[in-house]
């Protein structure tokens, strides 16, 4: 391996690698996967000087800690939190020159879940179906990162951003998710319906990147037998036998056996994915959609 190379000190409590992912593979059985948050992700990119595809790190709650083997541009985004080299504060959102053998440190998000990490050249281990994300589900693409792991980089390709600090939207207080109806709503009470946009839900602790799940009110079924697994898409609002709802991520199953009962909008998601447990959760018909 060359000096292009990044080394984990402390890998974090979960720490994968993403990029846009891999979509087109559903009939294999192959979720989509990529940055759960895909703007920040996309920033930090910018910020780094590296191509919108080039693979960044994901880190959840806690960050992690990185020595560069050469001189390389980093940018953190996503979850704000505090970023140090060699233990010298440096700047969140913007681009930060790190010498090689230097310790960055990205540490725990102070508010929303997920930062990103980009490097300048990108992440550069071997893509599998295309991408080089981590998938947790399928176990596809390179495993969580480790202490001690080695991830090699690509060669830079552009310059790094020359602004101070890049605007980003903040995580979410209350986390308002525009739905379309369907395709199973008809498989649910009047009442649920009428609680599934009316009440407020939480974010659960056992959200993960397959799903958001949520405790809240108990949306009954007015039909109960099983229904045949069927495809599912990102943003499937599945509603299993404890009856709250769960949001599909981008690891999630591409097929399932329990109603959805509606589906939201892919601009919503990136909120969804700094939303902490414990974070109330709306349900909003999207304007313009049949209502229930």
């Known amino acids: ?56 790190l ?28 060699d233990g010298r504060p440096a700047a969140w ?17 102070v508010h929303g879940v997920r930062s990103y990490v980009a490097v300048s050249g990108g992440i550069a281990v071997d893509p599998v179906l295309g991408s080089r994300s981590t998938d947790l589900l399928s176990g596809l693409g390179p495993a969580p990162l480790t202490d001690g792991a080695v991830l090699p980089l690509g060669t830079p390709t552009g310059l790094h951003a020359r602004v101070d600090v890049a605007p980003q939207p903040a995580p979410p207080a209350e986390l308002v998710l525009r739905v379309t109806p369907g395709p199973r709503d008809d498989w649910f009470t009047a009442g649920a319906l009428r609680r599934f946009t009316s009440g407020t839900f939480r974010v659960s602790p056992a959200s993960n990147r397959i799903g958001l799940r949520t405790t809240g009110p108990v ?20 509603v299993p036998p404890a009856g709250t709802p769960v949001i599909f991520l981008a690891d999630h199953p ?39």
């Open 1 to 56: 391996m060359t000096d292009r190379a990044l080394s984990v000190v402390r890998a974090g409590a979960l720490t994968t690698v993403q990029d846009r992912g891999r979509p087109g593979h559903a009939h294999l059985g192959v979720p989509h996967s990529g940055a759960l948050d895909g703007p920040a992700a996309a920033l930090a990119n910018r910020l780094a000087g590296n191509r919108p595809d080039a693979a960044v």
């Open 58 to 85: 994901e880190s959840t709650l806690d960050g992690c800690s990185l020595r560069p083997r050469s001189s390389a541009t980093v940018a953190v985004t996503g979850a704000p939190c505090r970023v140090t080299v």
């Open 93 to 109: 959102g913007a681009p930060v020159r790190v010498r090689a053998g230097a310790v960055l440190d990205v540490g725990p998000a």
């Open 219 to 238: 949306l009954e079924r007015v039909r109960h037998e099983e229904l045949p697994s069927e495809g599912m898409v990102l943003g499937a609002v599945q």
């Open 254 to 292: 591409t097929t399932g056996g329990y109603p959805v009962i509606a589906v939201v909008r892919p601009a919503d998601l990136p909120a969804a994915a700094q939303a902490r447990p414990g974070t109330p959760v709306r349900f909003v018909v999207a304007r313009g959609r049949g209502g229930f």
